[in-house]
């Protein structure tokens, strides 16, 4: 039972920290306002306007009875409740009023219908409290005569409930606007912070973040600027060991090859050649895949211009690429264009022709690769993205190289927030669907 109230509650309940706050804040606020009003209007203002109500029956009571006991005195006795009561007295024999001009959900129309029923009876009263703004016109059956009262309306309701509401809903609202600017200040360093990870999670440094916020938030924001400079600096040490160990390694291969050039034995000469070169290209690959996360800027991206470039790359392959609209988003170009080629040079190596669509959703673009190749069985697909892993038998995936590039491609389009995923091709070949959040 608590289980299912829990679920419950985290379901209605807000899911961002500001408006939980906001809740806290606010919650006690409106709930204590709404107590005081109804205690007020239960214990005092009914009270006081029951009461009210009672008396100006009880004197309208007592002007139809002195009237009916003396008529003679009829300007006398009008203009005496005129000059001390406020009251307008007159006598008229027209016909008594058939329609209600009572209100039905007004406290001011029950209370005053309460008392006037409980004094003159059924059907010999009649009032209206809305057709003057400062009085209630009440008319009275009175033998063949009817006696019209126009009284003050602050004898029917008090005056100061609105004063009260007034007094009690302003501050209130006051309160809560100062608490939301206080709260939008306290939430908005946790938003940066978050926003700062969000983007050194996508492979983005981040060089311009300043912890801010309260002692807690500014703590949490400077060791996460600490984590991500030490991280920057393991990250860029990495590159530079390999760069140097990239040129210490390329200087003897290159005097390998000048040696080899000048051997009389052609044969041997040529097989140890390609052995060199096989060594080349395994290097490149290794740097390659060391210096996916280099410290390439996050720029806005068109995809329609990107896959123009790339299609240019492969123009004497069959290849098809289509566009929908002009797509844009913010990601690391040259690491994002390294991927969708090696991507597009797999389908066109083990296929025949390839196709590339590219479409835009709600959030996301979503960007499918098919060809007609041989395709890769489905025990395989979490495999072929591991590192150095090389699959030899329908597919053989990277033939010349170490097995790296999809590698290097999971590797990049994870830092971008997206994810991969392989399928069958509508071409019977492999399917490769990206999808990529704006």
């Not at 009262?149 to 309160?175: D, G, M, N």
């Not at 025949?352 to 709600?362: D, E, I, L, P, T």
């Amino acid at each position: 039972m608590f289980s299912g109230l829990n679920n419950f509650i985290k379901i209605i309940l807000p899911k961002r920290l500001f408006y939980r706050a906001l809740i806290i804040v606010a919650a006690p606020t409106i709930i204590l306002q709404l107590i005081i009003t109804i205690v007020f209007y239960d214990s005092i203002w009914i009270k006081a306007n029951k009461n009210s109500t009672r008396a100006l029956a009880a004197q309208l009571k007592t002007i139809q009875e002195v009237y009916l006991n003396d008529k003679k005195n009829l300007d006398f006795f009008t203009d005496s409740y005129k000059n001390n009561f406020n009251f307008e007295i007159g006598i008229s024999k027209e016909e008594f009023p058939k329609i209600s001009g009572e209100r039905k959900f007004s406290p001011m129309d029950r209370s005053l219908r309460r008392e006037l029923k409980s004094t003159f009876g059924n059907n010999n009263y009649w009032f209206n409290t809305s057709k003057f703004k400062n009085a209630v016109e009440i008319k009275i059956r009175s033998e063949n005569e009817v006696i019209d009262f126009i009284v003050p309306k602050e004898l029917v309701s008090a005056s100061s409930v609105r004063l009260f509401v007034l007094w009690t809903t302003l501050p209130s609202i006051a309160l809560i606007i100062i608490a939301l600017i206080f709260l939008k200040n306290q939430t908005r360093p946790l938003v940066k912070l978050a926003k700062a990870a969000e983007r050194f999670g996508k492979g983005d440094y981040v060089n311009d973040f300043r912890p801010s916020g309260a002692q807690e938030i500014r703590k949490a924001a400077y060791e996460f600027d600490r984590m991500a400079k030490r991280i920057n600096r393991h990250l860029n040490q990495r590159s530079e060991m390999l760069s140097g160990i990239s040129h210490d390694l390329r200087t003897p291969l290159t005097r390998l090859k000048l040696q080899l050039a000048m051997l009389n034995q052609k044969e041997l000469s040529n097989k140890m050649s390609k052995d060199i070169d096989e060594m080349e290209k395994m290097l490149n690959d290794y740097l390659q895949f060391a210096k996916t996360q280099s410290q390439e800027e996050t720029k806005e991206i068109n995809l329609r211009e990107l896959f123009d470039t790339i299609r240019e790359g492969f123009s004497n392959y069959d290849l098809e690429v289509l566009v929908d609209g002009n797509i844009s988003f913010n990601g690391r170009p040259l690491a994002l264009k390294r991927s969708f080629e090696n991507i597009i040079h797999n389908a066109l190596t083990y296929g025949k022709k390839a196709s590339v669509n590219v479409q835009k959703s709600s959030n996301r673009v979503i960007i499918t690769v098919e060809d007609d190749g041989p395709g890769v069985p489905e025990d395989q697909y979490k495999n072929i993205f591991k590192p150095f892993f090389r699959l030899d038998k329908s597919r053989s995936l990277n033939q010349s190289g170490v097995g790296l590039g999809l590698a290097i491609v999971e590797d990049v389009i994870n830092s971008h927030g997206g994810n991969l995923f392989l399928g069958k091709s509508k071409l019977n070949g492999l399917q490769v669907k990206i999808s990529l959040p704006f």
